[in-house]
């Protein structure tokens, strides 16, 4: 998530980041790490600690080893081009399989999953998901390692998941909440 962060702090391969830059900078430019672009300006992402390391990766495998069953292919922490010079890094990206997807997607994938870090917060985190929906997600995802709980997104706001499993509705797609935290025990 894009957080406000003191430019000094923060550093590209090639020195400090700008607080803005041209769209045709940001997509030439290698961050450390990978930093959104929203019409100029440049927005740092929280990283996640141990807990949000954990809870994307569980995600990551486990829509990697569906991944031919359902049709899918997901991929962490890629550039996607929700509008306009509007750039997002979903913190785990499901594309729907088929032809060669490009670098930077452009296109609304099937579902988009961020995982709170300590430092995110829900309020914060909607404006980052709005864009999401307005391009056309289908299906947005949020996990929250600390307290163990995961919502789902739509224009109505959050819903907190109270089944056992997420699912997306027309597909073979089901995501076992309790096993996606059982990790955080180990």
């Known amino acids: 998530m894009a957080t406000a962060v003191p430019i000094r702090m923060q550093e590209s391969a090639e020195g400090p980041i700008p607080a803005t830059m041209t769209e045709q900078e940001y997509l030439r430019t290698v961050f450390h790490p990978d930093c959104e672009f929203v019409e100029g300006r440049i927005e740092v992402r929280n990283v996640g600690e141990l807990g949000h390391g954990m809870v994307q990766g569980i995600l990551i495998q486990l829509f990697r080893n569906h991944g031919r069953e359902w049709s899918v292919l997901a991929v962490p922490e890629c550039r996607l081009q929700v509008s306009a010079a509007h750039y997002r890094i979903p913190d785990v990206m499901v594309l729907r399989r088929g032809p060669k997807h490009p670098e930077i997607i452009h296109d609304a994938p099937l579902n988009c999953i961020e995982v709170l870090s300590p430092d995110d917060s829900w309020t914060r985190m909607r404006k980052k998901l709005d864009k999401y929906l307005a391009m ?13 709980e995961a919502r789902r997104y739509t224009a109505a706001g959050f819903d907190r998941v109270t089944e056992p499993e997420l699912t997306v509705p027309g597909t073979d797609i089901r995501v076992n909440v309790a096993e996606v935290f059982s990790a955080l025990d180990e």
């Not at 056309?136 to 163990?148: I, K, L, M, P, S």
Request: aromatic share 16%; with cysteine.
């Open 136 to 148: 056309g997600v289908e299906h947005v995802w949020c996990f929250d390692a600390e307290a163990r």
